[in-house]
């Protein structure tokens, strides 16, 4: 795939009406006040927002919250996004009551340069999620330029997300931007040595990363839930921990997958185990190999996080997906923070990509120190594994 795309300071926006697709799907209060608990996907998209009214558009902004399944569903309306946006850009948000209704069509027609306003929930339409052309063309016929800057949508070929782009110029707002140059230049021509770290609950989930990876990485480091199978499939005792049987026979064929192709592949060597998946569970540090009947595997041990950490000191990259063990208790969040920590030293560009990997890193208070963490979890995931993202091929090659 081309990650070379076309952005907003490519094409001339001035007096012009631009479809601009963000990502708004923030999580809300669940007693339906229209709360939004967690604003920062509305921030997020402010400095292209403000770039296109700087430079004099008139901003048509949509984007889809929640799983509607093409009803209008109230609690799902995006009035609450843009009574937020309008606090932050201290400016009129004007709302329109459908997505390409009547009430829309008029405002966008109406919209002067320098003014936004945003379209209701796309998924209130059935055919946003079907790709329907018949949708996508009417959301462009307002806008004369697409802009998309939902880099978490980017995975999904929705007639917002990639359909439009049939009928509209379409380029990259900042925010894909920035996953395009980093994530993109990662994959594609990376600062070596290349240490990718893979961890989280299941082998199964992350198969495709695992793949993609063994191609591209010098080191592949290996922790978290999924550590158990690679462990169980080489003979060793898991107790209760996490097993996927499904995936033991894959997980020796990537482990002499590496070896052959001279991958450095490093799997946990001692363990911190509890006697109940709690957070105040009983704990103990055994070998990987021998975890006793009735305990479970949590987090890596100490031996395990000094030979990650030395393994990521000289990295010249990392990618990290997966955190090293059950971090939501602060018991056993050892590993995942001592690997934090070890990333927040290096020179390395540091990725984080993944929901809970940088949920764990806001948590543990590394966030900043992280070249980039990555605005899209399902996407960032697609994005890794090396498949093509339907968001970013309709765009504009450079
Ligand atoms: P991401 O969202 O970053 O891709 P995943 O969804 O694959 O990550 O995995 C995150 C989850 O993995 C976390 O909820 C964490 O508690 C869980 N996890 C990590 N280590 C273990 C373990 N040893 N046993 C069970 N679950 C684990
Ligand atoms: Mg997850």
């Given at each position: 795939m081309n990650y070379n795309k076309k952005t907003v300071k490519d094409v001339d926006v001035a007096g012009k009406k631009v479809l601009l697709r963000c990502d708004f799907n923030v999580p809300m209060a669940k007693d339906a006040s229209g709360v939004i608990t967690d604003d920062k996907r509305i921030r997020a998209a402010l400095p292209t927002i403000q770039y296109l009214l700087e430079q004099g558009a008139a901003v048509v902004a949509c984007s889809h919250m929640g799983k509607p399944k093409g009803e209008v569903k109230p609690?799902?309306?995006?009035?609450?996004?843009?009574?937020?946006?309008?606090?932050?850009?201290?400016?009129?948000?004007?709302?329109?009551?459908?997505?390409v209704g009547p009430d829309?069509?008029?405002?966008?027609?109406?919209?002067?340069?320098?003014?936004?306003?945003?379209?209701?929930?796309?998924?209130?339409?059935?055919?946003?999620?079907?790709?329907?052309?018949?949708?996508?063309?009417?959301?462009?016929?307002?806008?004369?330029?697409?802009?998309?800057?939902?880099?978490?949508a980017v995975h999904r070929a929705h007639a917002s997300t990639a359909g439009v782009a049939e009928y509209l110029p379409a380029v990259s707002g900042f925010l894909i931007e920035k996953e395009l140059q980093i994530i993109g230049g990662?994959?594609?021509?990376?600062?070596?040595?290349?240490?990718?770290?893979?961890?989280?609950?299941?082998v199964s989930s992350k198969i495709g990363v695992i793949n993609n990876l063994l191609e591209i990485a010098d080191t592949i480091i290996i922790g978290g839930g999924?550590?158990?199978?690679?462990?169980?499939?080489?003979?060793?005792?898991?107790?209760?921990?996490l097993l996927e049987e499904d995936w033991m026979d894959y997980a020796n064929e990537m482990v002499k997958k590496a070896a052959d192709k001279g991958v450095k592949l490093l799997l946990p060597v001692d363990t911190v185990?509890?006697?109940?998946?709690?957070?105040?569970?009983?704990?103990?540090?055994?070998?990987?190999?021998?975890?006793?009947?009735?305990?479970?595997?949590?987090?890596?041990?100490?031996?395990?996080?000094?030979?990650?950490?030395?393994?990521?000191?000289?990295?010249?990259?990392?990618?990290w997906n997966g955190p090293m063990g059950v971090f939501e208790f602060p018991a056993f969040a050892k590993g995942t923070e001592a690997v934090a920590e070890a990333l927040s030293k290096t020179n390395a560009i540091t990725i984080i990509g993944g929901g809970d990997s940088a949920a764990a890193v806001q948590q543990l208070g590394y966030a900043d120190k992280m070249t980039h963490i990555s605005t899209g979890g399902g996407a960032s995931l697609e994005f890794m594994e090396g498949k093509e993202l339907p968001g970013v091929a309709c765009l504009l090659d450079k």
């Open positions: 609690e799902l309306s995006l009035k609450p996004v843009a009574a937020r946006l309008s606090e932050l850009l201290g400016k009129d948000v004007i709302m329109a009551d459908d997505v829309a069509q008029a405002k966008a027609a109406a919209l002067q340069p320098g003014q936004i306003m945003l379209l209701e929930n796309t998924r209130f339409e059935p055919g946003e999620t079907k790709n329907d052309p018949a949708l996508a063309k009417a959301m462009a016929d307002m806008a004369e330029v697409y802009v998309s800057d939902a880099f978490g990662a994959l594609a021509n990376p600062k070596r040595p290349l240490v990718a770290i893979l961890g989280g609950s299941k999924m550590s158990y199978t690679f462990c169980a499939a080489r003979g060793g005792k898991i107790g209760n921990s185990c509890g006697d109940a998946f709690s957070p105040d569970a009983k704990q103990m540090v055994v070998d990987t190999d021998c975890i006793p009947d009735g305990w479970t595997g949590m987090d890596i041990g100490p031996e395990t996080v000094k030979q990650y950490c030395e393994a990521v000191a000289d990295a010249g990259t990392v990618i």
